[in-house]
């Protein structure tokens, strides 16, 4: 008896470390978790005691449920891949420490203190392998529904919960059906993920093409726009010669001809973007702009994109761009007293995103609560901007790093994007 509850025990521990880290949350003995795990022994004992059916312990998985509710939130999803990716990952760990046993130690038969060994080895993979797994791709891949991957996920789930019932069941271990169960697993799987794969790149492709097509529209405008803009050259050279009629000593007319020169500098301070070799980057930084500059915000940029070989999809990149300069703006337009920007993208041995904003002091901790989805200063609904960017440089391996620093006596805000290119 008292080896079967240290059984049941190491069992439910595993399983709740495994939703503490699949919630990204670390674990510890609060009262909730205590009292989970003092009501996981009762109902467990109460079984055992009475010698009830094995497949009543199925009754724990609710209590599971709630248990994930009470402690992490009821996002009923979110319980629901959870915990069925801690079983699998616990009933897997069991089914191959079980076939070592039986194939290497030739053991035929699990005596209580051998399924106390198999429980223990698998507490202790949960502990020391599970932090170096990286599992948040794959539970963020999950939850997109329209994923193959999502309904093989949970076919699995039932294949598994089906296997568990029957040895509870029968206690008989059928080691060569297990061992067809993982391998048939594994290779739907690798099939779903390589389908998921090209359903994925396909996606991609069709929302780059879509992308192009609108932003060639766009470009085609700045063309236009240039091309009337050389109309206005001429005039520009004549009011420049001709100021010397208007000018009275050398040193007005130097005056004059540096103030107009700087006037038509500034307002084509952008046109250099439309040297880069990415039509669609500089399509949308040089609309992006200009809409900034009619709002009385000084911008700064540097834009360096010989060629764009990031692996990352464009679109992709613009709605990095998008997200971080629209919150830059936003924090400018609340603040009176600020209105410079500055923008870079670069690609050299690094791909570089970087955005900042004049700011007042914002200390660490409060940054790092920005790329909270519900977070925002603009209202209820706002605050999915910094969110979202988040979420790219995760599933695309970007660093995302905030921080406030001085530059030259002002303080700015910065966000930095950046990738390791091989």
């Keep these: ?55 009543c312990t199925m009754a724990m998985y609710p209590v599971i449920i709630i248990y994930c509710g009470i402690r992490f939130g009821f996002k009923l999803k979110d319980i629901m891949l959870n915990i069925a990716l801690g079983i699998i990952y616990v009933a897997v760990n069991q089914i191959i420490i079980m076939i070592l046993f039986y194939y290497i130690l030739g053991m035929d038969g699990f005596e209580r203190i051998n399924l106390l060994i198999v429980n223990l080895i698998t507490f202790i993979s949960v502990i020391v392998i599970l932090p170096h797994i990286k599992w948040k791709n794959f539970l963020r891949f999950l939850k997109v529904k329209e ?110 001809q540096k103030n107009y020169c700087e006037q038509i ?29 009619r709002k009385g915000i000084d911008v700064d940029y540097q834009v360096a994109l010989d060629k764009f070989d990031i692996q990352i999809p464009i679109y992709k990149v613009v709605e990095i761009l998008g997200d971080l300069i629209n919150n830059a703006v936003e924090a400018l337009e609340m603040d009176n007293d600020r209105n410079k920007l500055y923008v870079e993208i670069v690609r050299a041995d690094i791909f570089i995103i970087e955005v900042r904003n004049e700011s007042p002091y914002i200390e660490f901790d ?57």
């Design 265 to 293: 500098i500034r307002n084509n301070r952008f046109n250099k973007l439309l040297a880069q070799d990415n039509a669609v980057i500089r399509g949308f930084l040089y609309a992006k702009f200009n809409e900034i500059d």
């Design 147 to 256: 994923n193959i991957s999502f309904i093989v996920f949970y076919t699995c789930c039932g294949s598994i919960l089906f296997w568990m019932i029957s040895y509870k069941k029968v206690k008989i271990l059928e080691l060569d059906h297990a061992i067809l169960l993982l391998v048939s697993v594994l290779f739907i799987f690798v099939l779903a993920g390589q389908l998921n794969r090209y359903k994925i790149k396909a996606k991609e492709i069709e929302t780059e093409l879509i992308l192009q097509e609108m932003y060639s529209e766009s470009f085609k405008g700045l063309i236009e726009s240039i091309r009337l803009k050389q109309h206005e050259f001429d005039n520009h050279i004549n009011t420049i010669y001709s100021l010397h009629y208007s000018c009275c000593t050398y040193e007005e007319l130097v005056k004059a």
């Design 1 to 55: 008896m008292i080896i079967t509850n240290v059984c049941l025990l190491l069992e439910a521990l595993s399983i709740v470390i495994c939703l503490h880290y699949f919630y990204d949350e670390k674990f510890k003995f609060d009262i909730v978790t205590i009292c989970f795990l003092s009501l996981n022994m009762i109902v467990m004992t109460f079984i055992n005691y009475f010698d009830m059916p094995k497949t």
């Design 366 to 422: 409060v940054l790092k609560s920005f790329f909270r989805k519900d977070f925002s200063k603009k209202g209820e609904n706002r605050g999915l901007g910094l969110y979202n960017v988040k979420q790219i440089c995760e599933e695309y391996s970007l660093d995302l790093s905030p921080k406030w620093t001085e530059i030259n006596g002002r303080g700015w805000l910065i966000f930095r994007v950046q990738k390791e290119l091989s």
